[in-house]
């Protein structure tokens, strides 16, 4: 099998857990390379559903490794906790689980300083999860965050706890704030984290070529999605990590020759959480019941998913910026009861048309969506397995996205069940999803 990546192609939440749940049984290795627990992979097992923040789903499948790299920040108290919670399944977490001697530490002033941050934004706040991501890869970028590495050595977490300590006060007296946080326990904490997961750290991208050279396979598993990557999305109302492909390369250290193919994932309508443009919004009964049949609140956070009609600038965007040569796309069934379903192909900005994302976040607001109206088919499709047991309608609502993003669509997935899915044996990407 080749090395694959899994890649959101939307604002996230596009069902990556379950495309990544379904194709882990072809591979050896399933590794994480961006993000942190702001990250929300729904899984369903039979009758039970799992929600992944930190670690790779793959660890649901006996003797796959999975791998947190570099890239990531990780809380040492989330981290834990989402273990305890799969190893509740009977699941060996640690022994599959692999840390990154790079990655940064996240730590409890982050959340605080996260949550500040919204807080003085006020009605221009960004909706963060509030878990602190920004502000971690904020010290990282500074030069002065705390990685895994530096949790073996007690005089190292101490020292760069005072630096962290000296800023974070700097800040909060600039703010005209008092924050009283527990400095001497979070380095008693980190240093006994650290003792715990001493055995499961390592040199990732030095792990990941040997497993490569060995012939194994490694399926990269991103977190948020495209129009949330720092560089690419739609700056400022991301996420702090570069969630896009290139967040492979530098988030595992794993050299772009090493990715063999991209898969998008983009859900068949678009949800976004959190502020920033959404050009095709729906404000009404229509968004509420898409919002409704789809389950659309946050699988982080709870909070109700903004939800539009299928945006085919953003899903072009995407596939240009990510090189994706497959979209699945998901939750077709969501759109089963629907009578007409309008497809965006272009954005209206005063009097010009606009086929691609502009880089300024106003111009982006003040955009109207231009519509192509497709038929619905207005069956259930939940049970269909076979493409060509697809209504007619749902092919060519299909066919037209895969036109207007112009690369093919090898899945669809019509329920949030593994099986409930529907490949196209004739897309030359079908072959990396049937495990
Ligand atoms: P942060 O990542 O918590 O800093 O949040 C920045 C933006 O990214 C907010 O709009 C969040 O709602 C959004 N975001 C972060 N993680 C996810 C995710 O996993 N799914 C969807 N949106 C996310």
Known sequence: MPNIAIIGGQWGDEGKGKIVDLITPAFEIVARFNGGHNAGHTVIRGDRKLVLHLIPSGILHEGVRC??????VIDPQALEAEAREVEALGIDVWANLIVSDRAHVLLPHHRALDLMSEERKGSGKLGTTG????????????????RICDLLLRDRIDAKVAAIREHFEALCRGYGVTRDLDWKKTADDLEAFGARI?????????????????????????????LLDLDHGTYPFVTSSSAGIGGVVTGLGVPPSRIDGVLGIV????????????????????????????GEYG????????????????????????????????????????????????????STRLDDIPADVTIYEDCAPIYENMKGWNTPTGDVREWKDLPPQ??????????????????????PDRDA?????????????RA
């Open 198 to 226: 001493a055995p499961r750290v390592r040199d990732v991208s030095a792990l990941l070529h040997r497993e490569m050279v060995e012939g194994y396979s490694v399926l990269f598993e991103g977190a948020q999605a495209t």
């Open 67 to 72: 791998v947190l790299g570099p890239g990531l």
């Open 299 to 350: 699988a982080t956070t709870g909070r109700p998913r903004r939800c539009g009609w299928f945006d085919a600038v953003v899903a072009r965007y995407s596939a240009r910026v990510n090189g994706f040569d497959g979209i699945v796309l998901t939750k077709l069934d969501v759109l089963d009861p629907l009578e007409e379903i309008p497809i965006c192909v272009g954005y209206r900005y005063r």
């Open 421 to 433: 899915s529907v490949i196209d044996l004739n897309a030359r990407t079908s072959s990396w999803l």
């Open 267 to 294: 859900k068949a309508y678009t949800t976004r959480v959190g502020t920033g443009p959404l050009p095709t919004e729906l404000k009404d009964a229509v968004g509420e019941g898409l919002r409704e049949r789809g």
């Open 131 to 146: 878990r602190g991501i920004g502000p971690c890869y904020e010290d990282k970028a500074a030069r002065r965050g705390l």
């Open 394 to 415: 749902a092919r060519d609502y299909i066919k037209r996205i895969a036109d207007l993003v112009g690369v093919e669509v090898p899945l669809v997935s019509v329920g």
